[in-house]
T-cell receptor, first 109, second 117 residues
Framework: GQNIDQPTEMTATEGAIVQINCTYQ??????LFWYQQHAGEAPTFLSY??LDGLEEKGRFSSFLSRSKGYSYLLLKELQMKDSASYLC??????????WGAGTKLIIKP | GAVVSQHPSWVICKSGTSVKIECRSL??????MFWYRQFPKQSLMLMAT?????????EQGVEKDKFLINHASLTLSTLTVTSAHPEDSSFYIC?????????????FGPGTRLTVL
């Protein structure tokens, strides 16, 4: 079956760096997405990786290793507004998005 | 660009009634829209893929007669929850893929919170 694993919850301090991991087992691979979702709101797109390596976008970076079925989202200079759930999603061979359960990130002052 | 709206943003209804939720792509045409359901502290669950001008494709376990989807135009899809029951209370979110998006990422509507009494 298809499976995406990410930690349920993480806590970090304002101004620090946090890495949220995601491992996946899917039928084929056509890209990996990270979305941010604040409580009670819809997800918003953060990043997309289809080739191995690191994609940097401001304070957020996303890394992919296809051979390991692994990705991480790196958040730098954490701000209180970064408190949210972070969803990892993989697009499989049928171009269907397979969603992880999300990682709730709690930022403390 | 790539804005998706939903209406209503929240609705409370009595058990046994039907509720219609609209999803609109405001500045692009979407031949395909997606309907998700999300229970508290859980991830998104794809309910169905809505295709303009044809029948929706439902995921396994989703009752097509209970969750009626109509994709009448390239900018509008509707989800009707028929004979709603308290267990249907959830956060319903639609999404769409603009034809010219960078990575074919999905853009989400703001969601509709349904509470069935």
């Amino acid at each position: 079956g298809q499976n995406i694993d990410q930690p349920t919850e993480m806590t970090a301090t304002e101004g620090a760096i946090v890495q949220i991991n995601c491992t996946y087992q899917t039928s084929g691979f056509n890209g990996l997405f990270w979305y941010q979702q604040h409580a009670g709101e819809a997800p918003t797109f953060l990043s997309y990786n289809v080739l191995d390596g690191l994609e940097e976008k401001g304070r957020f970076s996303s890394f992919l290793s296809r051979s390991k079925g692994y990705s991480y989202l790196l958040l730098k200079e954490l701000q209180m507004k970064d408190s949210a759930s972070y969803l990892c999603a993989v697009r499989d061979s049928n171009y269907q998005l397979i969603w992880g359960a999300g990682t709730k990130l709690i930022i403390k002052p | 660009g790539a804005v998706v709206s939903q209406h209503p943003s929240w609705v409370i209804c009595k058990s046994g009634t039907s509720v219609k939720i609209e999803c609109r792509s405001l500045d692009f045409q979407a031949t395909t829209m997606f309907w998700y359901r999300q229970f508290p502290k859980q991830s998104l669950m794809l309910m169905a893929t809505s295709n303009e001008g044809s029948k929706a494709t439902y995921e396994q376990g989703v009752e097509k007669d209970k969750f009626l989807i109509n994709h009448a135009s390239l900018t509008l899809s509707t989800l009707t929850v028929t004979s709603a029951h308290p267990e249907d209370s959830s956060f319903y979110i639609c999404s769409a893929i603009p034809g010219v998006s960078s990575y074919n990422e999905q853009f989400f509507g703001p969601g509709t919170r349904l509470t069935v009494l």
